[in-house]
């Protein structure tokens, strides 16, 4: 037993943790400028669970540990707004703007000059309401019809940019805050290049996957997703005053600890308005997140009361869309194209239509499954997307609107580029060339993926380019790039000596890279940025990548049996082994990498896990033993420090009990994590 004084003290320091990790929350997620590395934040968060540890009596909702999510429930239970949430109204076009603006001029009798509008971009999201009281998180909700929602707190709790308690004091006593829970796109990237390396369903878009995130009864499932939260507006306030413009209150939220956005402006009428719209439309695919439009709002607070509303929505707020994102037109042919690692791809030729701002006249149809889902044939009417800056999508058929002569679609036994025979790999539902490096196809695919701005980032080495060089024989692998001459590329389309000098220095300048970079740029089938960096984090340098095994491999975060599988078969290649040599021997370098694990709490310590596992399933506590620095490998050896074996478990209990190696339960294993400060 602690006497009072020492527990006074434990008070204290925990008091002194949170207080830091909150304000050091805030400067991250809110004010995007964190002042201290995340090894030092890891280092304050790990203090504090280690002193909950000892003291759970001492654990309190708003603590910042509590957000790895909490038991699951059996429903949602629901949620009456008291201040209804409304939705807003829309414009289409530029003359549906000014149409809102005479509104507001002939109900206020003012000038369009005296209007101030609040411009801000419309996150694709999910509406959401926090409640606060005395600044304590303490509801989420969805806006559900704006009367009635659901309570989702559980699952709001676990995203980082949701303040669990509010910064300062000078916020009102109740506060409901409204904004946007959503993914990045560089998440949503993320999580589906993870479902694709486990064969799990992809999500369709940020939106549907923040959705679906939110929709869990597993809050834990919630705090694996990369959602975030972006405040714009409040709802029920009492026992405080808040500043009278839409702008300086969005300012005080910022303050009290909530992102907002960052493109938020200020403009005098309407005109300013369109300004802003054509601004944002140009920056738009070049932003972190997706956005569906721009919201303009009258700016005063006392305007707004005057305007007031009508039916669900404010008179003094409209948001304008982006223009239509689908289109309807017509499939006039389907041509085959080879992908960098050989997937034949059957692409939609259609007849030119203006969709999401450009003209389109391509679209992807994936694969043969997705042909057979669509159900399309050559000649059917079909309806088009263009989401932000992704490839065109065939939505859905026009059925009725068939043609008599529509024909199937069939798809080619031999590569429509090198003629090397169509292999359909097991399992896979794409086709591929069998031609590897003999089919130019795959040869120009991997070049265009070499020199581009993720990976070497050779500026001025276009798609076009690159295939110049390759017909006219230039070049025939990523090596040669490095021999390329002046003499060689002046004679190329649109190159003068000047573009050829600047090409010549940039190829020079891609030499001095990083090793994550360089792994990406080499193309290995699934290996992406994200795993890319994984695989130098914890290897450290290419020799040891180039010689891991099956079990080193499969220990890393991210890496599963099927990434795996093809690292070791490329570099098992003599071809590619080759290759790499070729690219050092020229000059490729990139400086030594720390491997970054000694400092965590389960480094150096190897787990398997066996058997069925009951409160957390097997990704989830790889994924959770992992972040501790622990390795998770698939198979029991010498080497395995700790089998966690579940019900039914079988020939790795065996074995792990032949070599002597610790065996612990599902429960010893919940509680090991609990002592880490993961809390099941
Ligand atoms: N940026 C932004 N999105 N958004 C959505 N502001 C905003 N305001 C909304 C909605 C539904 O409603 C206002 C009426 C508060």
């Not at 309190?60 to 699951?72: K, M």
């Not at 043969?368 to 989401?387: F, K, N, P, Q, S």
Request: charged share 25%; glycine share 8%; proline share 4%.
């Amino acid at each position: 037993m602690l006497d009072r004084s020492k527990l006074l003290l434990v008070e204290q320091q925990i008091q002194k943790l949170r207080d830091d990790i909150h304000h050091h929350n805030y400067l991250y997620y809110a004010l995007d400028t964190p002042q201290i590395p995340d090894v030092e934040y890891d280092r304050l968060l790990c203090a504090l669970q280690t002193l909950e540890k000892e003291h759970p009596e001492l654990v309190t909702a708003d603590s910042p540990t509590q957000r790895v999510g909490s038991q699951p429930l059996d429903v949602f239970s629901q949620v009456t707004h008291i201040v209804p949430m409304l939705s807003l109204d829309n414009a289409f076009n530029d003359n549906e703007l000014y149409e809102f603006n005479r509104r507001i001029i002939d109900r206020l009798h003012i000038e369009d000059q005296q209007i101030e509008y609040a411009c801000e971009p419309k996150l694709d999201g999910i509406a959401i309401s926090l409640l606060y009281r005395g600044g304590i998180l303490v509801q989420g909700a969805t806006r559900g019809d704006g009367t009635t929602g659901e309570d989702i707190t559980q699952n709001v709790r676990t995203i980082p940019s949701v303040p669990l308690r509010l910064q300062g004091d000078s916020y009102p006593l109740i506060l409901e805050v409204r904004g946007e829970i959503y993914m990045p796109k560089a998440g949503f990237q993320q999580l589906n290049e993870t479902a694709r390396n486990n064969n799990e369903k992809l999500f369709v878009n940020p939106r549907n996957a923040a959705a679906g995130s939110l929709r869990q009864l597993d809050s834990r499932i919630t705090a694996q997703r990369p959602l975030e939260m972006c405040a714009y507006s409040v709802g029920q306030v009492e026992g405080g005053e808040l500043p009278d413009s839409h702008i300086d209150i969005l300012y005080a939220l910022s303050g009290w600890g909530f992102r907002i956005n960052k493109e938020i402006a200020k403009v005098i009428g309407i005109h300013s308005c369109c300004d802003y719209f054509k601004k944002l439309s140009e920056k738009r695919d070049a932003l972190a997140y997706d956005i569906d439009g721009i919201v303009f709002k009258v700016n005063s607070l006392h305007l707004q009361q005057t305007l007031g509303f009508i039916s669900r929505a404010p008179r003094w707020a409209i948001a304008m869309k982006f223009p239509a994102q689908e289109e309807i037109t017509q499939l006039q042919d389907v041509e085959f194209q080879v992908g960098r690692t050989g997937v034949i791809t059957p692409v939609a030729r259609l007849q030119p239509v203006f969709v999401g701002g450009v003209t389109v006249s391509n679209a992807t149809l994936h694969n043969r499954d997705e042909i057979e889902r669509l159900g399309v044939m050559v000649g059917d009417t079909v309806i088009i997307r263009r989401a932000g800056d992704v490839i065109p999508q065939i939505v859905s058929v026009v059925e009725a609107k068939r043609p008599d002569n529509a024909t199937p679609i069939e798809f080619p036994q031999q590569c429509p580029v090198c003629a090397s025979p169509v292999v359909h790999i097991e399992g896979e539902t794409a086709i591929r060339c069998s031609g590897g490096l003999v089919c130019v196809a795959q040869v120009k695919e991997a070049i265009k993926h070499y020199v581009s701005r993720k990976a070497m980032d050779v500026d001025g080495l276009g798609e076009k380019l690159v295939e110049q060089l390759v017909d006219s024989g230039c070049i025939q692998s990523v090596a040669d790039l490095y021999d390329l001459k002046q003499e060689q590329l002046i004679v190329m389309e649109r190159m003068g000596e000047k573009s050829a000098a600047n090409l010549l220095r940039a190829l020079e300048r891609s030499k001095t890279t990083t090793l994550a970079r360089f792994i990406y740029a080499l193309g290995i089938r699934e290996v992406g940025e994200a795993t890319a960096r994984s695989l130098v984090q914890h290897l450290g340098n290419l020799e040891a990548l180039m010689q891991a095994d099956n079990e080193t491999l499969q220990s890393i975060n991210d890496v599963g049996p099927v990434v795996t599988k093809f690292i070791i078969e490329f570099f098992s290649q003599e071809s590619n082994q080759g290759m790499i040599q070729r690219l050092r021997d020229q000059g490729v370098n990139w400086p030594d990498v720390e491997v970054q694990k000694a400092d965590l709490p389960l480094a150096g310590v190897s787990y398997v896990l066996t058997g069925s596992l009951d409160a957390l399933n097997r990704d989830q506590a790889k994924q959770y033993l992992q972040a501790l620095g622990a390795t998770v490998t698939a198979s029991v050896s010498k080497k395995t420090s700790c089998l966690v074996a579940g019900p039914k478990a079988g020939s790795k209990l065996v074995k792990a009990e032949q070599l002597g190696i610790d065996i612990i339960n599902e429960e010893q294993l919940v509680e090991l994590l609990g002592t880490h400060g993961v809390n099941i």
